[in-house]
Each structure stands twice: as C-alpha cells, then as structure tokens.
C-alpha cells in the first residue's frame, strides 16, 4: 500500500472501512494491470454496500482461459507487491481445477478480519478479453478476443454445464486443517463481536474437529479461541507466528468476547443500570453472573467502558449544577476563593475539565463541577467558569484550554 505496511491492530480506529476499501482498490488495480483484458470485481459486502468493520475482501477475478495457469503463479507476486503476505492458501474443493481457484490470502500488518478471498476463474467469453478500466492499456480487437474464446473453449472441453466443483480430481489433499483451524478462530471472533455467538459456537466446534481436539466449547469466548489457536499451533509448529496474531486479535478484543459470554438477562441487567448512571451495581452484577473463573475487577471495568461507548446515543445527558448553584457551594466554604480554576483530569472514557474553587492558606484546590470533553470542545467548561468567577468577584483561570495538559502550572504556582 504505497510502501506502507499497516499496524497489526484492530481497535475501532485500525478497523476504517475506508482504509480497507483503498487496499481493496489497490488489489483490483494490480490484479488486472498483470493480466490485460481479465476483469477483477468486488464481491461479497462489499460490492453489495453491507459490509461492517469486520468484513473480508471478496474478490472475483476472470482471466482469459489461456492464461489461468499464468495468472496463478502470478498471484504470490501481485498479492504481495501491495502489501507483504503472512499467508496464501487454497480452498481443497477447488485445489487441482482447470476452471476455478478460490485462495486465501492474509497480509502481514492488516488486521486479520480482513482475509482476502481471491476466486480466480477462467472464461471463454472473448468478451472477459476486453478491457474494463483505464488502468488496462492492452486492448485486443474482436477477430483476436473470438480466437482466445475459441482455442479456451476447444482445450477445456466446450459444452460442460460449469466449473468442475463435483469433479473429485478437483479437490485437493494437502489442506493444512491446523491452517484452516486457525481461519475458524478468526471467524468465531469476527461473530462474537458481531453478536452472533451460536455461530461463533459452530465455528469453534468445527475447528477444533478439524484437529481432532475435543469439541466442547464453554461460552466463554476468549478463552475458547485462545484454546483452539494453541492447539493449531500444536500440530504444526510452523504456524505458531499467525497462532499468535490469533492470541493477540483476542486479548485486544477481550471486553466485547467478554460481554458476549454474560447470559441475555444479565447482559439487559447491566445496560439497564449503566443507563441509570449506577456504574458499580453494574460491575457487581458482571462478579455475581455465575461465570467461572469470576470475572476479575478490571476486565468488568473494561467492559463497563465499553458498554457507555455502545450506549453512548442512549445515555441521559449529565445533569449540571447551574452557575448559581456552584457559587453557593463556594461560598459555603471554610475560606473564601481567591480564583476559580480550569484543570484537566481523565478517565478511561476520555478527557474531562474540571471546575475548581481555589483557597489560600494552605493552597487548596475544591472540585464543583466537571465537563466531559467531546467534539464540542471545551467551551462549555470555559464559558462556565467565567461566569462563576464573576459571581464571586475573582479570576478565572484556565492554562491549557486548547489541548489536554494535566501536568499544566496550577494557579498557586503562578503566584510565586
């Protein structure tokens, strides 16, 4: 991509389903400038406008029948001149066909979700020969297109109903199960995190079939998946390096495999008191769900967030102490303030001004009111302790109103 291989991380931020689809471009452009006049489309969620930030790249590729043996070999090459490939298998049931390959490709650096599905398939249609798209230079006229059309047709055999599924020469017997195991990980993942976990069950269940591991799955996902990505890399010691990649895809989606593992009633439980603001109830209810091992105190917090992010539109807004309200509080302290004070604090939901009322002799620091800090600035929080500084006949001070600053002088530090 460029020369630029990205992060092996998969946040929401790493997930930009515009970052996959320039890659996705990328593909197609280099797949049909190898081969002039093959055609290579979009398939799938993609070419459809459904797919979400956990969709793979389904890819049809049409190359004229003479050069399928060609475009094959090529395929390492031209994958891997867009981004360094980690790996490339073949589909068994299409391993040995003369009329369609289906091949796996994950790159090294892109979040395995996002495993290229590459069908190439050969055409007599002389009509595959012309070319789709600017980037294609070669042209051919009609006499030659009928001629490729005509010498495919007679070498393939004309007449046959369709590609060669049923053939059993077609399927091939080198598949890597542990391989193809480790593809069922990433799946079973990719459909928790989507809400599906009976699929997610299926998904484990088969891979672990696959290599002849026992099949029972306990629901909880994280270890589940971590279990089958070991046993894959069990069997075949070389792929411990995408095992790995397995592992880490889970542990920086463990809040969500986490959430999933709840049962239904204690999932609608917790939302219900995170809504209502009753974040520890909350956390009680996660330790108390039954699961065993019990879910320790920080992966809950992890969840907790996770679960004001998802509810974020739902949330009730924060009821605010009006500026008068804040004063009265002030001025019911031991010492009168001598300044009110913007500062910044932080969670792990995000950035937070806080509004305190500064008092001398010893200098203290009283918090009265606190501002999340979301795409409207700090503003508000600005505005706020103007107009309360003026309540009380003071100076208002806020010493890094444009960027978070949590280690920014303090009003008594300006006095010395």
């Known amino acids: 991509m460029n020369g630029e291989i990205p992060q092996d991380r998969t946040g929401t931020g790493e997930l930009d389903p515009a970052r996959r689809a320039a890659f996705a471009q990328e593909l197609l452009r280099a797949l049909?400038?190898?081969?002039?006049?093959?055609?290579?489309?979009?398939?799938?969620?993609?070419?459809?406008g459904t797919a979400d930030a956990y969709s793979d790249i389904d890819i049809a590729w049409t190359v004229p029948g003479a050069r399928f043996d060609a475009c094959l070999d090529a395929v390492p090459e031209v994958l891997g001149a867009v981004a360094p490939l980690d790996s490339l298998r073949t589909d068994p049931d299409s391993r040995n066909s003369r009329e369609r390959r289906l091949l796996f490709a994950a790159f090294?650096?892109?979040?395995?979700?996002?495993?290229?599905?590459l069908e190439v398939a050969w055409s007599a249609d002389p009509e595959v020969a012309?070319?789709?798209?600017?980037?294609v230079a070669w042209r051919v006229g009609p006499e030659a297109a009928r001629r490729v059309g005509q010498e495919v047709a007679s070498a393939s055999g004309a007449g046959r109903s369709g590609p060669d599924r049923d053939d059993p020469v077609a399927h091939g017997d080198d598949w890597?199960?542990?391989?193809?195991?480790?593809a069922n990980a990433v799946a079973a993942t990719k459909?928790?995190?989507?809400?599906?976990?009976?699929?997610?069950?299926?998904l484990l269940e088969r891979g672990f079939r696959r290599i002849d591991a026992p099949d029972d799955v306990s629901g909880l996902w994280c270890a589940d998946i971590r279990r089958l990505a070991e046993e894959a890399a069990g069997r075949k010691p070389d792929l411990r390096p995408l095992a790995d990649r397995v592992l880490n895809l889970a542990e920086s989606h463990r809040a969500q495999l986490m959430w999933w593992t709840f049962p239904a009633g204690v999932r609608e439980r917790i939302d219900e008191l995170v809504l209502a603001g009753r974040n520890i109830q909350a956390i009680g209810v996660m330790r108390e769900s039954g699961i065993e091992p019990r879910p320790e105190l920080h992966a809950c917090v992890e969840v907790l967030d996770g679960r004001h992010w998802a509810l974020a539109d739902r949330m009730p807004p924060p009821v605010r102490p009006d500026v008068e309200t804040m004063a009265a509080a002030a001025r019911a302290l031991p010492r009168d303030p001598v300044a009110v004070e913007a500062v910044w604090d932080g969670d792990t939901q995000g950035w937070i001004v806080v509004l305190t009322a500064v008092l001398a002799g010893p200098w203290e620091s009283v918090v009265l009111d606190g501002f999340r800090i979301g795409a409207a600035g700090t503003g508000e929080a600005a505005r706020t302790g103007r107009e309360l500084a003026e309540r009380l006949g003071v100076p208002f001070r806020f010493a890094s109103p444009d960027e978070p600053d949590e280690d920014?002088?303090?009003?008594?530090?300006?006095?010395h």
């Open 32 to 48: 049909a400038a190898y081969c002039p006049g093959s055609r290579a489309e979009l398939r799938g969620s993609l070419a459809r």
């Open 176 to 182: 890597s199960r542990p391989a193809s195991a480790l």
């Open 108 to 117: 090294r650096g892109l979040p395995l979700f996002w495993r290229v599905d």
């Open 408 to 415: 920014a002088p303090r009003w008594w530090d300006a006095r």
């Open 130 to 135: 012309r070319p789709v798209g600017p980037e």
């Open 191 to 202: 459909a928790v995190l989507r809400g599906q976990p009976q699929n997610a069950r299926g």
